[in-house]
């Protein structure tokens, strides 16, 4: 089955740095990935998809970049801001609306 | 516009006893799926409801069911409760379905609690 792997449970940053977040899966060919937010005790918020024809998409500080070869997003915060503390799920997915979650990265920016 | 509303916020049921939450999308959106997160599993698939038809189902057992009605507003059951069922159960809309994809807008969450 498919198996999705975000990079760590926790990432500390200092503000004003880029913040690199990792999505690694296998045994899955997805046609797109997403990536949300989520604070605690609320729903996840998207952010960002992109499809696997495209190998970069960027929202304001947001960057995500998408690689099948390596079965990998990456994803960036630039100029962190203690307001971009918050948990991130990476989401894989192919036709309709069935999504594969990661168990997502904390991430916490510090002033 | 009105994001996704699900109710109840917050049960607390004892083994054996049944449940049902409650979901409405946001006005428009035809694709409703709901998702169970636990701090172990994180998000995990349930089903998807798209124009009163369910298009997809996750690898659950039989005692969680689901529906959703001709206004789009959706239920999902859970029968039988086990301890391993509590959890943040998630409802999501979209406005797309089928084969199109998009951005799931997700409610606040029921938080069922099974003791």
């Known amino acids: 089955s498919q198996k999705i792997e975000q990079n760590s449970e926790a990432l500390n940053i200092q503000e004003g740095k880029t913040a690199t977040l990792t999505c690694n899966y296998t045994?899955?060919?997805?046609?797109?990935l997403q990536w949300y937010r989520q604070d605690p005790g609320r729903g996840p918020v998207f952010l960002l998809l992109?499809?696997?024809?495209?190998k970069e998409k960027r929202k304001e500080r947001l960057k995500v970049t998408f690689d099948t070869t390596l079965k990998q997003s990456l994803f960036h915060i630039t100029a962190s801001q203690p307001a971009d503390s918050a948990t991130y799920l990476c989401a894989l997915g192919n036709t309709g609306n069935q999504f594969y979650f990661g168990t997502g990265t904390s991430l916490t920016v510090i002033p | 516009k009105a994001g996704v509303t699900q109710t109840p916020r917050y049960l607390i049921k004892t083994r054996g006893q049944q449940v049902t939450l409650s979901c409405s999308p946001i006005s428009g959106h035809r694709s409703v799926s709901w998702y169970q997160q636990t701090p172990g599993q994180g998000l995990q698939f349930l089903f998807e409801?798209?124009?009163?038809?369910?298009?997809n189902k996750g690898n659950f057992p039989g005692r969680f069911s689901g529906r959703q009605f001709s206004n789009s507003r959706s239920e999902m059951n859970v029968s039988t409760l086990e301890l391993g069922d509590s959890a943040l159960y998630l409802c999501?809309?979209?406005?797309?379905?089928?084969?199109?994809?998009?951005?799931?807008?997700f409610g606040e969450g029921s938080r069922l609690t099974v003791l």
């Open positions: 045994n899955y060919s997805p046609a797109y």
């Open positions: 999501a809309s979209s406005p797309k379905g089928g084969t199109n994809t998009g951005e799931l807008f």
């Open positions: 409801y798209f124009s009163e038809t369910q298009r």
């Open positions: 992109i499809r696997e024809n495209e």
